[in-house]
């Protein structure tokens, strides 16, 4: 069975710093990895995608790497803004052809200016 | 808008009632998911179709729940007499294989029971 962890559960930061969320997962067979934000009480934004086969991904200020022998992901988030206060989801697809993802608990993010 | 919708987004009902929920996928996306959110945790399965095909059902989805997507467009996600753990967010997500399978999520149902 696939578990995903994510430390920190939350996390509180001034304006302007970089800061990395971990990602770790139990089953290094995966196929896929997704980043997702999620405002409070809303459904989840697709951040970044990262393929198996890939080490890293980026989209703007975010950047997500890819360590599958060891079971590790991490968000990267250049120079943090109040507006990237949500809460931070990582999930693992195991096969193309097993739908489900497998998401953790997600790391909270408050950026205060 | 182009993305997932999900009506209603918030159901409010009674111990013992049946409601039901549709999910539109984005169009051409030919997987459709369906998840459960409770506060705090991440998103668990619940089941997914290809087209009209049930192809994976999750332990959560009790006898009690069932969900269909008869012509492979939306899907309906129904909870035959609800109890008062099926109070959640019900998220349903659509994914195709050009797009490497990338789950899009639409609002999400907010379901309390009473």
């Known amino acids: 069975k696939q578990e995903v962890t994510q430390i920190p559960a939350a996390l509180s930061v001034p304006e302007g710093e970089n800061l990395v969320l971990n990602c770790s997962f139990t089953?290094?067979?995966?196929?896929?990895l997704q980043w997702f934000r999620q405002d409070p009480g809303k459904g989840l934004t697709s951040l970044l995608l990262?393929?198996?086969?890939?080490r890293e991904q980026t989209s703007g200020r975010l950047n997500a790497s890819l360590d599958k022998s060891s079971g590790r992901s991490t968000l990267y988030i250049a120079a943090s803004q109040p507006g990237d206060s949500a809460t931070y989801l990582c999930?693992?697809?195991?096969?193309?052809?097993?739908?489900?993802?497998?998401f953790g608990r997600g790391t909270q993010l408050t950026v205060w200016p | 808008d182009t993305g997932v919708s999900q009506d209603p987004r918030h159901k409010i009902t009674k111990r013992g009632q049946n409601v039901t929920f549709r999910c539109d996928p984005i169009?051409?996306?030919?997987?459709l998911y369906w998840y459960r959110q409770t506060l705090g945790q991440g998103p668990e399965f619940l089941t997914y179709f290809q087209n009209e095909a049930q192809l994976e059902k999750s332990r959560l989805l009790s006898d009690r729940f069932s969900a269909e997507r008869p012509k492979g467009s939306f899907s309906t996600l129904e909870i035959q007499r609800t109890e008062q753990g099926d109070s959640a967010m019900y998220l349903c997500?659509?994914?195709?294989?050009?797009?490497?399978?990338?789950?899009?999520f639409g609002p999400g149902t907010r379901l309390t029971v009473t």
């Open positions: 169009s051409e996306h030919n997987r």
């Open positions: 089953d290094s067979a995966i196929y896929n």
């Open positions: 990262i393929q198996s086969s890939q």
């Open positions: 997500a659509s994914s195709f294989a050009g797009d490497a399978y990338e789950q899009y």
């Open positions: 999930a693992v697809k195991r096969g193309s052809t097993l739908g489900r993802l497998y």
